[in-house]
């Protein structure tokens, strides 16, 4: 068992427990915290969006949109699985960062992830 951080890491899953492009949200914090493998890289974020409130981990994770003209629709998606998209008005946010492209000053949360051994382990 991995040695925790007194009040601050917390073992929120199993190593296979996640699987690639799913999440889980724990009950950290007010809100919880929603954690998420995308191709077995861990990300770790407050479920809570900035706007107006909502229940952010309940939205979809996508790719970005962005231009190719080479492609029917002039565009083309990119780093799929690496956004979250509020499920209230779709504001989308970068799981890596918590940044978001709608309002660059209100971004998300994030919080340090970790495995070792069998265990994901979130600082929070
Ligand atoms: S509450 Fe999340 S986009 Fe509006």
């Known amino acids: 068992m991995a040695e925790l951080a007194r009040g601050r890491e917390h073992v929120v899953a199993t190593a296979g427990e996640i699987a690639p492009g799913e999440h889980k949200v724990v009950p950290i914090g007010r809100y919880g915290v929603g954690v998420y493998n995308v ?3 861990y990300y770790a974020i407050a479920n809570y969006c900035p706007h107006e409130g ?8 996508k ?3 962005v231009a190719d003209a080479d492609r029917p629709g002039g565009a083309k998606e990119v780093r799929p699985g690496e956004f979250i998209y509020c499920p209230w008005h779709q504001w989308g946010f970068e799981l890596a960062t918590g940044t978001t492209a709608v309002k660059p000053e209100w971004s998300i949360r994030t ?3 970790r495995v070792e051994g069998d265990e994901v382990i979130v600082s929070a």
Request: with cysteine; glycine share 24%.
């Open 54 to 61: 909502g229940p952010l981990c309940a939205g979809r994770t």
């Open 39 to 41: 191709d077995g890289r």
């Open 63 to 65: 790719g970005q949109t």
């Open 111 to 113: 919080y340090p992830v």
